[in-house]
């Protein structure tokens, strides 16, 4: 296994102490060594957490990211922005929120006794309680995340371009607060995303969960629809309150996202996840706005008890696999 790293610079500013940049991104390279075919994959992580996420599991065994590698595919890790080894520096992107703590997290990726009724995470490799060294090691790899949600979704945004103008077209795996700035970054750049895999990504679109809301659809910063949007007030919406969460919609005649539309998607979520609540919710936004997407449910392919950490989980292999099928369906684009 080769590794090798590179940053994807940000803004040059004069700050307090010197001209800096500002909001970098950190990428770590992980090929074979061998020449492929194959196409580059680019792991963003969710959020406030890191690309370690997709290197190793809290347990020790390998992470998605030196799976695929092992395959043949050019994996490029990505620390967002202000995350990992991508410095946050409030003076240059502002305050940051609080970190989250270990109950709001134990909550989403352990199972929540509180929440909707859900089946029972078996996959994940340590205690359900968060009592052990395996959680510990999880919660510890936890930061902050900004609190201008628009502003921090555009840098995200941005930076991948940037990667993706370097390196050519890729295949894009994002998880969870990873999901909006790769969402716009295939709207910025449809030519450069060969696919999306959404491993269940923050939502449900335009009403997110509190403190993370997404004005813009699937974003806190604009995406491209047809006909044009300059204030996201503009769409207007109708909401189900009838579900267990509630669902968001456009008002009909809907606005399209053409962009977007030229980009493939998995919509992936775990059985024993709160996100399976609303997955239907994205399926249903992107149909609207003449996305194609495609909705896989870990069970109905007959793999259980997984939770929101599917990438970190004990059948994190057979997870991948389900993914890396869809990836080899994917039409090539040339750079």
């Known amino acids: 296994m080769e590794h090798r790293y590179l940053w994807i610079t940000g803004e040059e500013v004069k700050a307090t102490a010197g001209t800096v940049f500002s909001g970098s991104m950190f990428v770590e390279i992980l090929t074979n060594g061998q020449s492929t075919t194959k196409p580059n994959v680019v792991m963003i992580h969710g ?32 620390d967002r922005p202000g995350h990992g080894r991508s410095p946050y520096d409030p003076e240059l992107m502002g305050p940051p ?13 352990l199972g929540d006794p509180q929440g909707p ?5 078996t996959q994940w490799p ?3 309680d968060g009592s052990d060294d395996v959680f510990a090691q999880f919660l510890a790899s936890q930061g902050p995340l900004s609190s201008n949600l628009g502003e921090m979704h555009a840098r ?31 709207d910025a750049r449809p030519d450069l995303v060969l696919g999306l895999a959404a491993v269940e990504v923050i939502g449900p679109p335009f009403l997110g969960r509190p403190g993370m809301e997404l004005p813009w659809g699937l974003a806190a910063a604009p995406m491209h629809y047809d006909p044009p949007v300059s204030d996201p007030a503009d769409l207007k919406l109708v909401i189900d309150e009838t579900k267990p969460v509630p669902e968001a919609l456009q ?6 996202l053409p962009n977007l ?23 249903n936004f992107l149909d609207q706005t003449g996305c194609q997407s495609t909705l896989f449910r870990l069970a109905d392919h007959g793999i259980h ?31």
Request: glycine fraction near 14%; charged fraction near 15%; hydrophobic fraction near 40%.
């Open 251 to 256: 008002a009909e005649p809907a606005r399209k």
């Open 97 to 109: 929120t609080p970190t989250w703590g270990a109950e709001l997290l134990a909550g989403i990726f």
């Open 261 to 283: 539309a030229q980009v493939p998607i998995a919509i992936i979520t775990a059985e024993a996840s709160p996100f399976t609540y609303f997955d239907g919710h994205l399926k």
């Open 156 to 186: 995200e945004r941005d930076r991948l371009v940037s990667l993706l103008e370097r390196i050519g077209p890729s295949v894009i795996i994002a998880n969870s607060a990873g999901g909006p700035g790769a969402i716009l970054c295939a």
């Open 126 to 128: 340590g205690a359900l």
């Open 305 to 335: 008890g997984n939770g929101h950490g599917m990438m970190m989980e004990r059948n994190n292999a057979e997870v991948l696999a389900l993914i890396e099928s869809w990836v080899t369906g994917l039409p090539q684009k040339n750079a």
């Open 47 to 78: 959020g406030g957490g890191q690309g370690t996420d997709y290197l190793t599991t809290p347990d020790g065994r390998p992470g998605w990211a030196p799976l695929l590698a092992e395959q043949g595919y050019p994996v490029y890790v990505v």
């Open 117 to 121: 009724p859900l089946p029972p995470n």
